[in-house]
C-alpha cells in the first residue's frame, strides 16, 4: 500500500544507484536523521545519553569498522578491543600535547593513526585465511593492550596508569571531561556515526567496495578481474580500523573520559563487537546499528524490566540479564543465521507485495 | 573453410608460448609445448582428462609460472607476473567451475569486471558525489551494454547465488567481457549444460568474437563444438602436444585419433 516502488521509474543510472530507492524508505530515513538530530536532544535525560545513546553510537561506529573487514572483505578479526584502544591513547596524547586542536581534528587523526596500525597487523592476512588469521589478529589485541600498559609514555606517566579526558570545547560548548552535557557528547558522536557511516555506504558501493566483496567471495577470481590482493586486504584493515580508532577515541573521549586500558579494551571488547555484526547481519550497513543497538539496548531494557518493573533483587536480575541476552541471541540466529538486517531485508521484500501478494 | 585461412593470413601473433615447461615436484604437467594465438582468432585447447589444458589456461593467466620457456604477448616478452598486472594487460577468463562472486548481484560482478577501467581513488570515493559517481555511471552503461548483449536484462539485480547454472555461466562469461579483454580465456564454458543452453553460449562465443574482435582461446570437451567454432585448435595428450592446425587437419590426425580412441599395442 505505501511501501511500493510499481510506478517510480528510474530514468538515470543515478536514480536507480541511490541508497534508498523506494520513496517510503527515502523519507522514514529523513524522519530518523529529523528525529536524531532535533527530536531525541530535546528530550535527552543524562540517563538515557550515558547508558543508551552515547555507548550505542560508539558501539555501532565500532561494528561498521568491524562489518567492512569482516562482512565485506572476509577478514575475520579479534582484533577490535586493541584498535579501539589505540584510538583512545592516540586522542589522549593528541589531546594533551595540542591542548588547541579541535576535538574533530583530534578524533579524525586518531582514526588515521589507528588505521596505520591496523594495515600493519592486516600484513598476516595476505598468508594467512579464515580462524587462523582470527588467532593472528589476535596477538595484535594482546600486544597493543599490553604495550599500551607496559610503556608509561603512552599514558603520560601518571601513577593510576589511567589516561583521563581532559575538558574541550566546540564552539563554546563543552564535549568532553566531567563538565559536559550529555547533549553535546550525544550530538556529537551522533555527527560522526551518521557522517562514518555514509563513508562506508559509499566505500562498498564504489570500486573499492567490489574489490572488497570480491576478495571475500573469490579471491582467485578477484586476482584475474585485476584486484590486487594486498591493497585490497590492507585498505580494507585501514578503513577498518580508521572506523574501530574513531570509536575508540570517542568511548574515551565522550563515553567514559578516563580508561585503563586492560579494563577498557580488553579481549571481551573484540568479542562483543563480533557479536554485534554476526547478530547485526555481515555485510550491512544497517546490519552494525542494528548489531549495535541489540547488544546496549537489550541490558539496559532487561534491567529496568526486572529491577523496576518486577522488582526483582539486583544482583539476581543481573545474571538473568545474562542468561536471557544470550537465549535471544541463539533464537534469532535459528531464526535467521544473517542477522537483523537480512530479517528487515525479507520484510521489506514481504511488504512490497502486501496484501496482495500475487 | 576459406573465411577462417584468410583471417589467419591477415592477423598477427596475440600470443605465443615457446618450450614451455611446468612441473610440480616429480609430476611433469606440460613439456616443451610451443604454440601461438593469431589476434582475432578462435582457438581452441582440446585433449583428454588430465592432458595440461586448464594447466596452460593457468600459465596463460599467470597463476602458474612455468619453469621454462617463454611467454609473448602483445608483442612483448612477459617476465614473471601476478595474475592482476595480467587482467590490466587485457587477459581476462572463466573458470571451469563458476567462480562467480556469490554475494554480489549480477550487476555488481559485472561491474566488478570493470576494475582495470576505473581509477578515481578512495577519498573520492569515500565523497560518492563528483568525479567517483561519475565514472561509476560511465562504467554503469558500458555494463548495461553487456548486460543487453548477454540478454540477462530481466536478473541484473538478482544476487548471482540464486541463478541457475546456465545463467551463472553467462554471467561469468560478462564479467570476463566487461574487462574488455584484447584475449579471453574460457575453460570449458559449455560443461554441464544442455544442448540448448550449448547452442545460446556459441553464439554468444561467436558474437563476441565478431562484434568486439576479441582472440578467444577456449578450453572444450564437446568436439562437435569445438570442430563448429573454432578456427584453429591445439591437441595436448600427457603434456605434450600432439596436434595443431584447423580443425579439419586435427580431425584427420591419426596421433590425435589414437589418443582419442586408444591404440591396441
Redesign the interface.
Known amino acids: 500500500m505505501f511501501y511500493r516502488e510499481s510506478g517510480d521509474f528510474k530514468k538515470t543510472y543515478q536514480k536507480d544507484s541511490q541508497t534508498f530507492p523506494i520513496k517510503f524508505d527515502r523519507w522514514r530515513y529523513y524522519f530518523v536523521m529529523l528525529v536524531a538530530f532535533v527530536v531525541v536532544p530535546m528530550f535527552l535525560t543524562d540517563y538515557i545519553a550515558n547508558a543508551v545513546m552515547i555507548p550505542f553510537l560508539v558501539w555501532a561506529i565500532a561494528a561498521l569498522g568491524l562489518n567492512i573487514l569482516v562482512g565485506y572483505t572476509g577478514q575475520l578479526s579479534l582484533g577490535t578491543g586493541g584498535f579501539m584502544a589505540v584510538g583512545a591513547y592516540a586522542t589522549y596524547k593528541l589531546m594533551t600535547a595540542f591542548p588547541g586542536m579541535d576535538m574533530v581534528s583530534v578524533i579524525l587523526l586518531s582514526g588515521l593513526i589507528t588505521a596505520v596500525v591496523g594495515a600493519l597487523f592486516g600484513l598476516p592476512s595476505l598468508r594467512i585465511k579464515g580462524f587462523y588469521l582470527a588467532v593472528a589478529t589476535l596477538a595484535a589485541q594482546f600486544f597493543l593492550v599490553w604495550l599500551l600498559n607496559k610503556v608509561p609514555w603512552f599514558y603520560n606517566y601518571s601513577a593510576s596508569g589511567q589516561i583521563s579526558a581532559p575538558q574541550r570545547e566546540m564552539f563554546g560548548v563543552i564535549i568532553t571531561g566531567p563538565h559536559a552535557t550529555p547533549v553535546a557528547g550525544y550530538l556529537f558522536c551522533l555527527g560522526f556515526a551518521v557522517g562514518l557511516a555514509w563513508i562506508a555506504r559509499n566505500l562498498t558501493r564504489g570500486r573499492l567496495g567490489r574489490s572488497w566483496m570480491a576478495i571475500r567471495d573469490m579471491d582467485i577470481a578477484a586476482e584475474i578481474i585485476g584486484v590486487n590482493p594486498l591493497t585490497a586486504k590492507l585498505s580494507a584493515f585501514a578503513v577498518s580500523s580508521f572506523f574501530v580508532g574513531i570509536s575508540g577515541s570517542l568511548f574515551f573521549s565522550v563515553y567514559l573520559g578516563a580508561a585503563e586500558v586492560t579494563e577498557a579494551f580488553g579481549i571481551s571488547v573484540s568479542f562483543s563487537v563480533l557479536f554485534m555484526i554476526i547478530i547485526g547481519g555481515l555485510g550491512s550497513i544497517f546490519g552494525s546499528f542494528i548489531g549495535a543497538a541489540f547488544m546496549v539496548l537489550m541490558p539496559v531494557l532487561l534491567k529496568n524490566v526486572l529491577v523496576g518493573a518486577m522488582g526483582w533483587p539486583t544482583d539476581l536480575a543481573a545474571h538473568f540479564e545474562y542468561i536471557i541476552v544470550g537465549g535471544l541471541i541463539l533464537i534469532f540466529l535459528i531464526i535467521e543465521p544473517h542477522g537483523l538486517a537480512q530479517m528487515a531485508r525479507v520484510l521489506k521484500e514481504k511488504l512490497r507485495l502486501w496484501p496482495f501478494p500475487h | 573453410m576459406s573465411e577462417p585461412l584468410q583471417k589467419m593470413e591477415a592477423a598477427s601473433k596475440l600470443l605465443e608460448l615457446k618450450h614451455i615447461d611446468l612441473s610440480f615436484g616429480g609430476v611433469k604437467a606440460i613439456s616443451n609445448i610451443s604454440f601461438d594465438v593469431l589476434e582475432g582468432e578462435v582457438r581452441a585447447i582440446i585433449g583428454p582428462n588430465g592432458a595440461g589444458k586448464s594447466s596452460l589456461l593457468n600459465v596463460i ?1 599467470g ?1 602458474y609460472h612455468p619453469q621454462q620457456g617463454e611467454i609473448w604477448f602483445d608483442g612483448k616478452q612477459r617476465h614473471s607476473m ?3 598486472q595480467i ?2 594487460q587485457g587477459i ?2 572463466t ?1 571451469q567451475n563458476i ?6 548481484s549480477v550487476l ?1 560482478n559485472i ?3 570493470r ?2 577501467h ?1 581509477h ?1 581513488n ?1 577519498l573520492w ?4 558525489k563528483g568525479p ?2 561519475q ?3 560511465e562504467n ?2 558500458f555494463v ?1 551494454h553487456i548486460i543487453d548483449f548477454l540478454e540477462i536484462q530481466a536478473i541484473r539485480k538478482t544476487p548471482v547465488g540464486r541463478l541457475p547454472y546456465g545463467l551463472q555461466k553467462r554471467v561469468e562469461l560478462g ?1 570476463a567481457l566487461a ?1 574488455q579483454p584484447k584475449m579471453l580465456l574460457l575453460d570449458e564454458p559449455m560443461a554441464g549444460m544442455n544442448v540448448e543452453e550449448k547452442e545460446d553460449m556459441c553464439r554468444f562465443i561467436l558474437d563476441v568474437n565478431d562484434t568486439f574482435g576479441t582472440t578467444i582461446v577456449l578450453i572444450e570437451h564437446d568436439m562437435g563444438v569445438v570442430m563448429d567454432i573454432a578456427d584453429r585448435v591445439v591437441v595436448l595428450d600427457y603434456g605434450r602436444k600432439i596436434g595443431d592446425g584447423t580443425p579439419d587437419v586435427v580431425r584427420n590426425d591419426q596421433t590425435v585419433i589414437d589418443a582419442y580412441l586408444g591404440v591396441s599395442h
Open positions: 593467466n597463476f601476478k595474475p592482476y587482467a590490466y581476462s577468463r573458470f567462480a562467480l562472486f556469490k554475494g554480489m555488481d561491474m566488478t569486471g576494475f582495470t576505473m578515481k578512495m570515493q569515500a565523497l560518492w567517483a559517481e565514472e561509476e555511471i554503469r552503461e548495461e564479467r574487462a
